[in-house]
């Protein structure tokens, strides 16, 4: 049988596209064993718009826009193409002469690399409007093309050696001018102008959200990347934040704490239904009960996630374009009302009614592969023996990296 994504070898604009649409809201820090994803990407989404969980260095949104502005003198759109890729090569070995490693997208893999830059990088370039939304590297191209017409019969105006009246090329004109050389030797560092640019153009455009308020609003004691806040709930990004945001990551913070809950009692059940033993021979049984108990533990000091906080993240998800069934909904509310009446753990993990609320919703969710289905063997022996017990961090790892990239700047001006 044909595959149906076969042409995501042969056409390379639609494979990006449809990459970037997986890698969005992706947050590979946990799994999604119980369909918490639409919530955990709505809150990563509107908290950090743009950010993704494969992104590694901030001034690559630069980067990108750079090298189509050096490969826009071919004589095609083809041509230009080319040239674009064969630059997005020679930036990993630009890098690396500039001493850089972590962070660098194909260090390792070189020209086998098999998802550029430009594929990871294109959703944060039109969301921050670095580029028009929407927009493609052949669209760039072939603009160019048409202003090199224009430019032929466009009049100038007077006592001015600009051309006037070009068809805009797509690309924001506030972007800084590319460093000389930048293809053979090139760094992470932003430079004042780039940081100054990125400030301006992230809070513009992602206005109202946690990137765009951290960007201007550097927290209390963050010094360096090992004094960066643990979390986006924590205590120094929570001191400053206007009403309406603070709310929103209070909200968040509860939601991925109740989740985790609810991951924590499925992992138990798994241990139970395998007696898988950790290195030193301890039940997971008993490694789950401790850590359902430590958890419940935290939730009893935040404030319960009641049926108007549901409704506010209902309508947080709807807002990035997202649905919610009713299934989910149903699940989400009985958890946390189970949670909120319960007086010890062990009332949740020794519930029945919980217990086959999980057992189904995991069945719902991944169908044959469910792993408490009776008689699938193979998938409960896969269990590694943790799944999705992370608690979500709406992809703060991810943002803090660029976040210290444009604090590292202001330091160094």
Request: overall charge negative.
């Amino acid at each position: 049988m044909t595959s149906s994504f076969g042409w995501l070898a042969i056409d390379p604009e639609q494979r990006r596209r449809m990459m970037e649409a997986v890698d969005q809201f992706r947050d590979e820090t946990t799994l999604d064993d119980l369909g918490f994803g639409a919530i955990r990407d709505a809150f990563s989404y509107t908290l950090f718009p743009g950010v993704s969980s494969i992104q590694t260095r901030l001034r690559y949104v630069l980067f990108l826009p750079w090298l189509l502005q050096e490969a826009r003198y071919r004589d095609t759109v083809g041509r230009m193409q080319t040239q674009f890729r064969e630059h997005e090569f020679q930036l990993i070995e630009a890098l690396k002469r500039g001493g850089e490693s972590l962070g660098v997208i194909g260090r390792d893999a070189g020209r086998t690399l098999q998802r550029l830059p430009s594929e990871i990088y294109w959703g944060a370039i039109g969301r921050w409007r670095i580029v028009e939304p929407g927009f493609t590297t052949r669209r760039y191209f072939e603009r160019e093309l048409l202003r090199r017409e224009e430019l032929k019969t466009v009049p100038r105006v007077d006592d001015s050696d600009e051309p006037a009246r070009l068809t805009p090329t797509g690309l924001d004109p506030r972007l800084p001018v590319s460093p000389e050389n930048l293809l053979r030797e090139a760094s992470f560092a932003l430079r004042p102008e780039d940081a100054h640019y990125l400030q301006e153009t992230i809070t513009r455009t992602a206005a109202g959200s946690l990137l765009a308020h951290l960007v201007t609003h550097r927290p209390e004691g963050w010094t360096d990347a090992s004094t960066q806040p643990a979390g986006v709930a924590d205590p120094a990004i929570r001191q400053e934040l206007p009403p309406e945001l603070a709310a929103l990551v209070d909200r968040a913070d509860r939601f991925a704490l109740y989740a985790q809950g609810a991951s924590l009692l499925y992992n138990l059940l798994l241990a139970e239904a395998t007696n898988k033993e950790d290195q030193q021979g301890t039940p997971l049984t008993a490694f789950y009960t401790d850590r359902v108990g430590e958890w419940f533990d935290e939730v009893q000091t935040v404030e319960p996630l009641q049926v108007q906080d549901r409704e506010l993240i209902w309508q947080t998800v709807m807002e990035t374009g997202r649905r919610l069934s009713h299934t989910t909904k149903d699940f989400i509310a009985t958890w946390a009302d189970a949670v909120d009446s319960a007086d010890a753990a062990e009332d949740l993990t020794t519930s029945g009614e919980l217990r086959d609320m999980i057992v189904a919703r995991e069945r719902e969710k991944k169908g044959p592969r469910a792993r408490l289905t009776p008689g699938n063997q193979r998938a409960l022996d896969a269990w590694s023996g943790a799944s999705g017990t992370s608690r979500f961090d709406y992809l703060w790892t991810n943002a803090r990296r660029h976040l210290q990239d444009l604090y590292d700047a202001e330091a160094a001006a």
